[in-house]
Structures are given as structure tokens and as C-alpha cells.
């Protein structure tokens, strides 16, 4: 069904970067096989997922919606890939994203932009706004996301699907083709919350593949799930920012949407109070220094000689030129503005003003969350502070993209786990309402968020 569904809508939502149709089938049969043998299977055996195309799948191609790894089949599986397949979870293939999920609208991929199913002028956010787009269009019952700076929430909010961001460290980055290693986290997309936490369970855990894996066992998210479903808050305490509040930028209907799931809360029970994190407002500068650092190092082995592109090689030029002309060719626009900015926030001289100033706001913003999170369970937010734009409309100008990420990015400097739910449209468009948690209380954000279903 969710392959003929594929046939029919892909055309024009152009989720996809690949599609696996007999994989899926022969895992789907597999299934049906085992099931009929009387085995006992996992929740989401035979449930279909869509896997964002920076997760390597061994034998099925990975680009990162890159031209540098247009052709590249990774040898190997990702962590998140093989409990995927554990789980005896049919691949369907591999999704959409902004160029090594850089951007905010998918419009940065180098194979052309996903559409967003309820408005096909717009976008289905970013980076992943393949995994989004097919979840809302549902041609796909789950996907994987990555969130390094809100890459998972924010298209959840735009399409009107849940993204839900672990605690980092949570889920592992093994296989993942890396941005910006402090901070890239997997995680769960899905039509509810309860999907979502069924599906945070199977990827979540410790790795010893990856040294920041964090080896305490996973917060119980179904239960909270089931307990949040309930619809009754009464004992918990959620904390509105207070700098967010007065924030400018923020769309009437989207706060009005927003508004409206904070008295929700409210009515079912929570205790609301206001909370202020008076170092949120330099998140976004701080972000847009780290993330461009980190990645300026990790896309340094995209080399043209170990594998990936190659150009230029015609056996007579030096290893310094055929490095050069595949990074010109292969690299898009704003992935090459990222490394020249890492660079240079990162080159002698400047190391101290710029990365190292990022890395103090880092730790204050860190400190903020702590001293909220003594006094409430969890703060809530917009996800976003406007909904779906139209193609275009914020690629001239690099500082209107990065506002997309306003309020999703402060938990990810920090690390804890944030979940956006749909809470209500505007002007007939998607909006999300983020829940923030303690790191490892990934439980009390699917609570809270799920009253709210
Ligand atoms: N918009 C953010 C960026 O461009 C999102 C990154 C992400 O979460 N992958 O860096």
C-alpha cells in the first residue's frame, strides 16, 4: 500500500532520493512468513520506514543529497540501520535532505527540492524534509530523521508531523555521515507520538561503536506515551521562556496556535509557569559558529581520493588540483559557505573570539537549561517561528534561512531531548508546539507532548 501510495504522489512531492521496492517486499514477505511460522515478533516488524539518505544503509546508494556522493554504496550498515533491520522493518528507501543536512527547506539538495504535501509551493522544512513530506503524505508510516539543529522538529512542525529529537548521545551517530559531531543526533518521525516513542525504542541505546553514546538504559518513552495519552498533567510543572515570549519574528498565528496548546496544558492539569533563559538569544550565533566549525573538519575527507567524487584527474594533475576541482564541483553553495565560515572561525588568530566565545555562550545556555529544569519538568516553545514559506522566499539571504531555527536549536547546544507535536494550523498551514526536557528524560517530553494528541 505504501509503495502503490509512492507510485502515486512521489512525482510530485519528490521525497525520495531512492526507492527500494523489492527490499521492502522481500523483507515485508520475510515477516509474513515468520509470522505465519507462529514466531514472536517485534512491535514494528513489517512496518514500513523511510530512512533519511545521511544514514548509511549497507548495499543501498547514500548520497547526503550531495554531488560529492552521488554514486557512493556504503559498505556498511549505521547503528540505527541495523536495529532497523533487527526489527525486521521494511526499507523503503532513503529521503530527501538539504545538502549534509545543511539548511532549513530542503531547497539545498543537489537532486532538486521535496514539495510539502499540504502546499506544493512550499517547503517541507529542512534538513529533513524528505522524511517529513513522505511521513505527511503518507507514503511512509515512520521515518529517521537527524537533528542538529532542529532538523527533525522543524520539518515535523511545517508538515504536521511528530519529530521527536533524543537526548544526544541517546541514539548513536555510528553511520552517520557526520555535520557536526557535538550535536547530530537520530531520531524518530512519525504520524503520533506513540509511533514515534515504539520506533525511539528500537533505535535507542548505548553503542560502543560510538564514544559518546551515552550506556544508561532508555528512558521508558511508550509508557510515557500511554501516560501522557491519558490526558491528565496534574503534578507536572512546564516552564514558558520568557525571552522567547517577547521574541520578534514569530508569525500571529503560529504563537496563536501555540497559545492555544499551552491552555490545553493547562486544562489538563499542568502547572504553567513563566521561566527565563536569559541566554537563549545568542543561541542562534553561537550554533552558526560551532556547527560551521565542526563541519569544516568532518567534510575535510571529502578529499577526492578516498572515495566520493573524483574530478579532474586526468593522471598529469597534482593531488592539490583534483582535490580542488571535486570540491568545486562537488560541494553546493551553502555547504561551501559553511566550511569557509568553520574555517575561519576556527583559524589561528580568530580561534579565541569566534569558536571559543561559541563554545562559553554553549555553557551558559547548558547552565540556563539546568537552572530551568530545577524549577519545572519541562519548558515548552513553538517549534518554529513561522509556518511552510514558499520555494525561494529566504535562499537570497543565508540570516533569514537560519531563523527558521530560533527555538529548536538552544536544546541542541545543550543536548536534552526536545519533541515537536502538531498543535493546530494557521492560515490552513501546519504548526508544532515543542516540549524540552532534561537530558535522558526523554520520557517527559513524550508525556507531555502526547497529552496533547
Ligand atoms: N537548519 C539547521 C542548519 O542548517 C539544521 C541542521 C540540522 O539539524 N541538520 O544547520
Not at 554531488?67 to 525486521?88: C, F, G, H, Q, S
Not at 553553495?333 to 588568530?349: D, N, Q
Request: with cysteine; hydrophobic share 40%.
Amino acid at each position: 500500500a505504501f509503495l502503490a501510495r509512492i507510485d502515486e504522489l512521489e512525482p510530485t512531492i519528490h521525497a525520495f532520493l531512492h526507492i527500494d521496492a523489492e527490499g521492502a517486499l522481500a523483507t515485508a514477505r520475510e515477516v509474513d512468513a515468520a509470522r505465519a511460522a507462529g514466531e514472536t515478533l517485534g512491535s514494528l516488524a513489517g512496518v514500513p520506514i523511510a530512512i533519511k539518505d545521511i544514514v548509511v544503509t549497507k548495499g543501498m546508494p547514500t548520497t547526503a543529497a550531495s554531488k560529492m556522493l552521488e554514486n557512493w554504496v556504503p559498505p556498511y550498515d549505521a547503528t540505527i540501520t541495523e536495529r532497523i533491520r533487527a526489527a525486521r522493518m521494511p526499507i523503503l528507501g532513503k529521503t530527501n535532505l538539504d545538502e549534509f543536512a545543511m539548511g532549513s527547506s530542503t531547497e539545498y539538495s543537489a537532486f532538486g527540492p521535496t514539495r510539502n504535501p499540504w502546499d506544493t509551493a512550499r517547503i517541507p522544512g529542512g534538513s529533513g524534509g524528505g522524511s517529513a513530506a513522505a511521513v505527511a503524505a503518507r507514503m511512509a508510516p515512520l521515518a529517521i530523521g537527524t537533528d542538529t539543529g532542529g532538523s527533525i522538529r522543524q520539518p515535523g512542525a511545517v508538515t504536521g508531523t511528530v519529530g521527536a529529537k533524543p537526548t544526544y548521545g541517546g541514539t548513536s551517530r555510528y553511520g552517520l555521515v557526520a555535520f557536526s559531531s557535538s550535536l547530530d543526533t537520530p531520531g524518530p518521525v512519525a504520524r503520533t507520538m506513540l509511533d514515534a516513542a515504539l520506533l525511539h525504542e528500537i533505535i535507542a541505546g548505548h553503542d560502543p561503536r560510538d564514544s559518546t553514546s551515552i550506556p544508561q538504559a532508555v528512558p521508558p518513552v511508550v509508557a510515557a506515551v500511554e501516560q501522557g495519552l491519558t490526558g491528565d498533567l496534574s503534578g507536572l510543572r512546564l516552564g514558558l521562556v520568557t525571552e522567547f515570549e517577547v521574541g520578534e519574528g514569530a508569525e500571529p498565528g503560529v504563537i496563536a496556535a501555540y497559545r492555544d496548546g499551552v491552555e490545553t496544558l493547562a486544562k489538563l492539569g499542568a502547572d504553567i509557569v513563566e521561566v527565563s533563559c536569559p541566554h537563549f538569544q545568542y543561541a542562534l550565533p553561537a550554533y552558526y559558529l560551532i556547527a560551521p566549525s565542526e563541519c569544516s573538519s568532518n567534510l575535510a575527507r571529502f578529499d577526492g581520493v578516498r572515495y566520493g567524487l573524483r574530478v579532474g584527474d586526468n593522471g598529469e594533475r597534482s593531488l592539490e588540483e583534483v582535490m580542488a576541482s571535486t570540491r568545486e564541483a562537488g560541494f553546493g553553495a551553502e555547504v561551501k559557505r559553511r566550511i569557509i565560515l568553520g574555517t575561519y572561525a576556527l583559524s589561528s588568530g580568530y580561534v579565541d573570539e569566534y569558536y571559543g566565545q561559541a563554545q562559553k555562550v554553549r555553557t551558559l545556555i547548558t547552565r540556563d537549561f539546568e537552572a530551568a529544569f530545577g524549577r519545572v519538568d519541562a519548558l515548552i516553545s513553538p517549534t518554529t517561528p513561522f509556518v511552510a514559506f514558499e520555494f525561494g522566499a529566504r535562499t537570497g539571504d543565508p540570516y533569514l534561512m537560519y531563523l527558521a531555527d530560533l527555538y529548536t536549536i538552544p536544546s541542541n547546544l545543550y543536548g536534552g531531548p526536545a519533541v515537536s507535536v502538531p498543535v493546530g494550523l494557521s492560515d490552513g498551514l501546519p504548526a508544532g508546539l515543542q516540549v524540552m526536557a532534561p537530558t535522558m528524560r526523554d520520557d517527559v517530553a513524550y508525556r507531555v507532548a502526547a497529552a496533547l494528541e
